[in-house]
């Protein structure tokens, strides 16, 4: 409606010879034009004819068991480019007429554009396990998440926290020794978070209250952590193994129902209770950070310190407690890696998921839902790479793997939407 | 929720204020020049009241920056032997029956961890229980075998740091400057020494490359350097993990992840005969360090570079283009950490692997810290920390003492170093006599 107005308003002055209305704007209808001309091409015309690939959505003991499905790799690449073709079109015409591009048709975009992908990769093996790969790519997205909800509070309020690495690697280096001492791995998941906090004041003892500069602190604390946890585990870890680090794993406690739906259901509601306190975080800030009276003071430190302190805000003792808060729940994450997937605590198990967690904050606007969709992103890639490389296809998985990277330099730099991250964050704080 | 009443909010205010420290607000940032902090600031000692008349060598000795690095060194090792003295198991042991013979605990603690650290010792330095003279002066060196990558990544953050620029990305640079410098001392051809200057030319303008996609990304488009050059160490990672799958890269029939090893001509010249691994990149560390000093203190651009640091908005006003400057210092750091490893494999390591890089880059982070981002600051350093590494191995296989101590200790002292008045409040030392000049 409104565009129509506007346009029958541009018409009106079409006299003045200058054109009012705002720029079509072309980045959306091009990206995907130019995806779908070349998953046409690649996955469709060029894949080699003759070859089936089978999507396998079974898995042991489901209730309904899907049967397999299997189809000629070439023609269903060719019917994937075509209606991939058809959302260009869409898109484009949507853009034309200065409307936004709705959101079902960028996420079935999204999918369908998988969708050929995998077609296309398990034409020469043949067989393609959904169900796994996305139960796999919820159980890598789990860490991030935390990870990125720990970066969003501690920088919404003004502090940046590069040690997120270095918090998760400290929730799972607790989580495993507690539940270990406990031979319960809810004691490891009480412990998990108080590692992480732990970080945090550390962080932002030297941060609010020396002033240092809290990429140094983060980057360092990051080293002190994986040098701490990896000397423990080579000494007393190590040296009894069945009491400090025997493994240990929480439940799965499938939801009543909605674990019974197939597919879905089977990944998203058969899980452990860490997934499900993920899911509890991301809506709980979703709605915390925007719509509560805490959620605005900590925009309002981490934007206008100053005017948060004119109108009486504590802005150190807020940002203290929110990147304390913010590091239990990063601790949190770090717990998946042992308990939450029934592993013992390896050296350096983190394995830079720190650092992805900050990129999947970023590549979310500092919003959770978005960075909890990065995150899944970020998780399926890498899941994908694990799996195609499994089973044995011509994608390499390195170059699979290094896709996230990629797509946050572009969205850093601008490419994706212009980020903005929040004013006065790193910027000590002081009344003087 | 911190739901507190608007009206305390503001009473506690004090709470979390700074309250030991006599001068807690001194930021000494990299770029910030904080060596010049402490020390000699004559001129404006008469604004510091009748006090500062008294203001003597000794007073100025302990408020120096100098001293407040050695304290933290000191309480780095003493942290980390209290953690090797808690996971020894005699000494666990000691404790269990510690109210009825206390000294047995204490002797314990005291021979743990003194035997660590004279292992350590000896490893980096001289070790005077070797058999032979050679093996005795042997650590040294392998001090500055150690030190060299430390030394060339390390200044190469140091440059950025002191251009306001934070290049988390040594160790993508470092990375890139093994696969090229690696890859061009294997895969061609040239007459003996033209061949590695060439292979060490090409680890640096891979690193180069590397370096400056952050610093294009930075001048353009505002991208933050700090996420990029993230980014990008992992996108290095990765790439180094497919080129070693690839047969015409590795030029090897072998299915391991690793290439050939170099030609003999691509091999850095080695300083001393055998049994030693001091090889020429220590002196092009040396020379990188007159390098960066004389870049950064005696020519233009270096003087830009610093401008831009300490202030771009004053650098922009004064006709300094902020765009090229943060282009071109990311360049010339990555170049440095590109060198740092091509040295890596042309000097000792010899072929491409995995875990060439190790955590180096990081490391390296640490070194340019210690080193408050000055160029001889960053070669000292890089020789201790050089040493720490060295002296971890034997420490290690002699002892049991895990090097991952090593890893907590150099992030204590980093820690520690980055904010003085802590050291000060716990050693009750004097704070500098003039507020710091920055």
Known sequence: ????????????????????????????????????????????????????????????????????????????????????????????????????????????????????????????????????????????????????????????????????????????????????????????LIAAPVAGALVAVVLTFFAVRYWVDQIIIGVVLNVLVIGVTSFLFSTVLTANAEKWNSRQQLPNLPIPLLSDIPVLGKVLFNQNILVYLMYITVILLQIFVFRSRWGLRMRAIGEHPKAADTVGINVNLNRVANTIFAGAIAGLGGAFFTIGSGLAFGKEMSAGQGYIALA????????????????????????????????????????????????????????????????AEGKPYSTQ | MTDQPTAAATGTDTATGPSGPKSPATPDGPGSGGSSGGSGNGGSTAAGGPDSTQGTIIRRILSSSTMVSVLSVVIALILGGVLIAAANREVQATLGYFFARPTDFFVTVFRTVSEAYLALFRGAFIDWQASSFVRAVRPLTETMVNATPLILAGLGIALAFRSGLFNIGAQGQLILGAILGGYFGYAIGLPPVIHFLFALLMGAVAGACWGGIAGFLKARTGANEVIVTIMLNMIAGYLLAYLLKQSWFKQTTSANPATRNIDESAFL??????????????????????????????????????????????????????????????????????????????????????GIAGTLGFDAITVALLGRSRPLGTLLAGLLFGAFRAGGYLMQSQTGTPIDIVLVVQSVIVLLIAAPPLVRTIFRLPAPLAKETR
């Not at chain 1, 399926?380 to 390195?398: C, D, M, Q, R, Y």
């Open chain 1, 1 to 188: 409606m409104n565009a129509k107005k506007a346009t029958a308003a541009a018409e009106s002055l079409d006299h003045s010879a200058t054109d009012v209305r705002a720029p079509i704007a072309w980045k959306f209808p091009i990206i995907f034009g130019v995806l779908a001309v070349l998953a046409l091409l690649f996955f469709g015309l060029l894949a080699a004819a003759g070859k089936r690939t089978t999507f396998a959505f079974a898995s042991s003991g489901d209730f309904f068991a899907i049967p397999e499905v299997t189809v000629p790799t070439k023609l269903t690449g060719i019917v994937l480019g075509v209606v991939l073709l058809a959302l260009a079109a869409y898109a484009t015409f949507e853009a034309a007429n200065r409307r936004r591009i709705p959101a079902w048709v960028m996420v079935s975009f999204g999918i369908v554009f998988v969708l050929s992908f995998l077609n296309w990769a398990g034409g020469d093996t043949g067989r393609i396990p959904i169900t796994a790969l996305l139960a796999g790519s919820l159980a890598l997205s789990v860490p991030l998440i935390f990870g990125s909800m720990c970066g969003l509070v501690g920088e919404r309020s003004g502090i940046i926290n590069i040690a997120i690495e270095g918090q998760l690697l400290a929730g799972a280096f607790l989580a495993a020794v507690v539940a270990s001492l406990f031979s319960s791995p809810y004691a490891g």
């Open chain 1, 360 to 423: 999947a904050m970023i590549l979310g606007k500092w919003n959770p839902v978005g960075a909890l969709a990065a995150a899944l992103l970020f998780g399926f890639s890498k899941n994908l790479g694990n799996t195609l490389s499994a089973i044995g296809t011509p994608v390499p998985s390195e170059l699979l793997l290094m896709l996230p990277y990629i797509v946050t330099i572009l969205a850093v730099a601008g490419f994706v939407g212009r980020v903005r991250p929040p004013a």
């Open chain 2, 269 to 354: 010249p080695q300083l001393l005969p055998d049994p030693f691994r001091l090889h020429f990149g220590f002196i092009v560390a040396l020379l990188a360090v007159l390098f960066v000093w004389w870049l950064l203190e005696r020519s233009t651009l270096g003087f830009e570079f610093r401008a831009v640091g300490e202030n771009p908005n004053a650098a922009r006003t004064a006709g300094i283009s902020v765009g090229r400057v943060t282009l071109l210092v990311m360049v010339t750091a990555g170049a440095l950490s590109g060198l740092a490893g091509a040295s890596l494999i042309l000097g000792t390591e010899a072929k491409l692997t995995g």
